[in-house]
T-cell receptor, first 113, second 114 residues
Framework: QQQVKQSPQSLIVQKGGISIINCAYENTAFDYFPWYQQFPGKGPALLIAIRPDVSEKKEGRFTISFNKSAKQFSLHIMDSQPGDSATYFCAASMGSATNKLIFGTGTLLAVQP | NAGVTQTPKFRVLKTGQSMTLLCAQDMNHEYMYWYRQDPGMGLRLIHYSVGEGTTAKGEVPDGYNVSRLKKQNFLLGLESAAPSQTSVYFC?????????????FGSGTRLTVV
């Protein structure tokens, strides 16, 4: 199963709050899990990525939590800011033979001031 | 350093017309990809290439063709456009070892087929 299921479809958070976006996958051959951020009218840009040999990765206010046994991973945005308002995509790929990414359906995040 | 450049940015086609979308990257990336983005469906892979002269089908290849005659360019062709191909098309490139850098995306081509 190649799908990556992402939820919620949209999210509204108050400034300073925590934004949490969840993804689930079926294919245990996936070995690379990135999150991309997309602003209106722009292409997606890599935000943060994790491999399954670690359970958490933190870069500034952004953290990926990874649960290999549950085949789930999530993005946490701490101290959410209006500038974080964007669409977020989780993705997964396996191996470096093609680097093909399978993307989730996206989450539209709105951070209210 | 321009990164990934897509042309054109916008296009309106009539059903049955053909067109070619051009993607150019100046980062010497080995791999290149074409995705389409539709509301509620995320990004879906159309075709990809792992090197000059090679192409392969992705999730949704029907109605599209591609060519990669030069390492830096990846062309997406629509031979006979259909309204179902109305979408935003993104080109991306990556190093073979994706690692820290991931994909570099272009800014997209918004295509409307009427």
């Amino acid at each position: 199963q190649q799908q990556v299921k992402q939820s919620p479809q949209s999210l509204i958070v108050q400034k300073g709050g925590i934004s949490i976006i969840n993804c689930a996958y079926e294919n245990t051959a996936f070995d690379y899990f990135p999150w991309y951020q997309q602003f209106p009218g722009k292409g997606p840009a890599l935000l943060i990525a994790i491999r399954p040999d670690v359970s958490e990765k933190k870069e500034g206010r952004f953290t990926i939590s990874f649960n290999k046994s549950a085949k789930q991973f999530s993005l946490h945005i701490m101290d959410s800011q209006p500038g974080d308002s964007a669409t977020y995509f989780c993705a997964a790929s396996m191996g470096s033979a093609t680097n093909k990414l399978i993307f989730g359906t996206g989450t539209l995040l709105a951070v209210q001031p | 350093n321009a990164g990934v450049t897509q042309t054109p940015k916008f296009r309106v086609l009539k059903t049955g017309q053909s067109m070619t979308l051009l993607c150019a990257q100046d980062m010497n990336h080995e791999y290149m990809y074409w995705y389409r983005q539709d509301p509620g469906m995320g990004l879906r892979l159309i075709h990809y290439s792992v090197g000059e002269g090679t192409t392969a089908k992705g999730e949704v290849p029907d109605g599209y063709n591609v060519s990669r005659l030069k390492k830096q360019n990846f062309l997406l062709g629509l031979e006979s456009a259909a309204p179902s191909q109305t979408s935003v098309y993104f080109c991306a490139s990556s190093l073979r070892l994706q690692g820290t850098y991931g994909y570099t995306f272009g800014s997209g081509t918004r295509l409307t087929v009427v």
